[in-house]
C-alpha cells in the first residue's frame, strides 16, 4: 500500500493564514486511540495544482513523532487504501486533532 500524505507544516509556511495547524503541545499530548485528520496526495492537475482528500485515522501508536494509525475513512480518489487499513504519519502530516 502506498499512500503520500501533504506537508502540513510545509503547506502552512508557504501559505500562512490559509488555515492552522494543532499546536506542539497538542501533539504532544497525542496518545493511543486520539483521532487525527490527514490530508493525502492523490494527483496533480495543471490547472489546479496538487489534489489532497482528507482522511481520518485513530492512532494506534506513539513514538517521539511518529505514529500508526488505523484509517476510519477512505476516499473515492484513492483505491489504494481504504477505512481499516493501517498507516504510519509524522507531526507535520497531521492538520486536525478531532475533539471526542
Known amino acids: 500500500m502506498s499512500i503520500q500524505f501533504e506537508n502540513i507544516s510545509a503547506m502552512l509556511a508557504e501559505n500562512p493564514g ?4 494543532p499546536a ?17 496526495i492523490y494527483g496533480f492537475s495543471s490547472t489546479s495544482g496538487r489534489k489532497a482528500a482528507r482522511l ?19 476516499t473515492q480518489h484513492l483505491k489504494t487504501v481504504q477505512a481499516g487499513d493501517e498507516i504510519t504519519f509524522s507531526n507535520e502530516h497531521i492538520a486536525a486533532i478531532a475533539q471526542g
Open 18 to 21: 490559509v488555515f492552522s495547524q
Open 56 to 74: 481520518l485515522a485513530k492512532v494506534t501508536a506513539v513514538e517521539a513523532h511518529q505514529y500508526k494509525g488505523i484509517l476510519l475513512s477512505s
Open 24 to 40: 506542539a503541545e497538542e501533539l504532544s499530548r497525542l496518545t493511543h486511540g486520539d483521532t487525527v485528520c490527514l490530508f493525502c
